[in-house]
Every structure is written in C-alpha cells, then in structure tokens.
C-alpha cells in the first residue's frame, strides 16, 4: 500500500474489515473526529450542486442519508455495505418526499457508468481506500459533465511530521476506543491507521488531479490531521 493504491490481497484484507465496522461506524467516527464530522459532512453537502450526483464509497450511508434535494447514486464494492445504506437513505428519502437513490456495486477504478453523466461526484472518507487512486480518479473524471466538479474529503498529512502525530492520534486513542466499543483486541479500526500511515500528503493528491487533467484543483485543511477537501472541475 502507498500513496498511489495497494496490491490485490490487501484491498481485498481491506474490504474485510471495512464490512466488520458497520455495526460501529458512525460511532467510532464521531469518538475519532472529536465530533467534527457532521459539520465536515454538511461542507460537502453544500459544494454540490442540484441534478444527479454520485457518491463513489457510500459505506454504511453516513453522508447520503442526509444529501437533500439531488438525484444520487451510491456506489460502493461492499454489498453488505450497500444493504446497509440502501435501507437507512432510502427511509430518510421518503421521509422528506423524495424519489429513492440507487445503489451500485463497483470500484471507483471501473465506474459502471456512461461518460458525462454526473453534475458532480463525491468521497468522502473513501479515496485513501482506492486500491488504484489515479485510475479512480481518472474514471471520475470520464463520467463527469463537462465543467462539473469533483469533491474529496480525506485525513492528509501536511508532511512528514503532521503524519507521524496522526499516526499517534490513530494507533493509540482512536485504537483504545475502537477496542473498548468492539469488544475485541483484534478490531477493525487497525487498518484505519494502517490506510492512514499510507496516504499521501495534500499536495501529492493536488498533483494526482491535475495529471488526470482536472482544472481549478483546490485543496484546503478543515482538520488538521483528520480533514482536507479537494475541490476540481471537469474541463
Ligand atoms: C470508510 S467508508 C466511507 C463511508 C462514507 N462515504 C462516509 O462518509 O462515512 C469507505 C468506503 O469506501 C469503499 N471503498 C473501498 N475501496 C473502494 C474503491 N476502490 N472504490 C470505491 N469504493 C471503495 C469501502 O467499501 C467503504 O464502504
């Protein structure tokens, strides 16, 4: 695993333990985040325009449960995942009159989408598991409209020394917690700090967007250490 993706096995190891954190998701994500990500999730919520948005790494359906007013798409590798999602976005869906968001199984490397046919996509807490991030990113780029935008979140390190603290903040108190909440040594939330150590800083992913041949790539720290958006156009 590195900056660029990881091997086959790995992502694969990965995906297992990203499926035993559903029952503790948004739990273990509130202690991890001191509470911030609901206002993170609300920052993304209004960077995206109206029409028909996708979400590549819907997960349990933590942000799409709240995404108002557009025509979504989730999609994500994990079917139990997306059962998961499917149930809790589509009840707060019909809560507020809305028609019912579709769910996808695939990867963000082969998105089973045609070209030019999204107002914007989002990740949110996602990217830093794409197994082949450049490819993910160029697939996100071939199903965009024309002039539409991009919106990642993610834990970045500003450099080497910001990452050697979260990688403390990750390995010791959000472990401690993530093995009193699962009952078990062994708990999932592991490879949370694994992916983290891995991840690249803001400006190696800046890069990545532009090569890809997004335009007006911003990148701007929420968090530090937890949170930086990056914000690009379609051509
Ligand atoms: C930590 S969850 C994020 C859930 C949600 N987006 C949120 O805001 O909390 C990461 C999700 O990314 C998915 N994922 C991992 N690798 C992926 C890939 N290559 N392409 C698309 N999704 C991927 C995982 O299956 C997992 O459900």
Not at 208 to 223: A, C, D, T
Request: charged share 30%; glycine share 8%; proline share 6%.
């Amino acid at each position: 695993m590195d900056a660029l993706g990881m091997g086959e096995d790995e992502w694969e190891e990965l995906q297992r333990n990203l499926q035993a954190t559903i029952p503790v998701y948004d739990k273990i994500n509130r202690f991890a985040t001191l509470g911030q990500v609901s206002r993170w999730r609300k920052m993304v919520r209004r960077m995206l325009p109206e029409g028909r948005v996708l979400e590549v790494g819907c997960g349990p359906g933590s942000f799409a449960e709240d995404l108002e007013g557009r025509d979504l798409v989730c999609l994500d590798p994990i079917p139990e995942m997306l059962k998961t999602a499917e149930a809790r976005v589509n009840k707060a869906r019909s809560s507020r009159g809305e028609p019912p968001a579709n769910f996808v199984e695939g990867t963000a490397e082969s998105l089973p989408f045609e070209d030019d046919s999204f107002d914007a996509v989002c990740s949110l807490f996602s990217f830093r598991d794409w197994f082949d991030k450049r490819s993910g990113l160029e697939e996100v780029l071939r199903v965009l409209k024309p002039g539409a935008p991009i919106v990642i979140i993610e834990p970045a390190k500003i450099n080497a020394v910001h990452g050697f603290f979260g990688v403390i903040w990750m390995k010791y108190w959000v472990a401690a917690y993530a093995r009193i909440v699962c009952g078990v040594r062994d708990h999932p939330w592991k490879w949370l700090t694994k992916t983290y150590s891995e991840f690249g800083t803001t400006r190696e992913y800046v890069d990545m967007l532009k090569v890809v041949g997004f335009e007006e790539v911003k990148s701007r720290l929420i968090f530090p250490g937890m949170a930086t958006i990056w914000y690009a156009r379609a051509p």
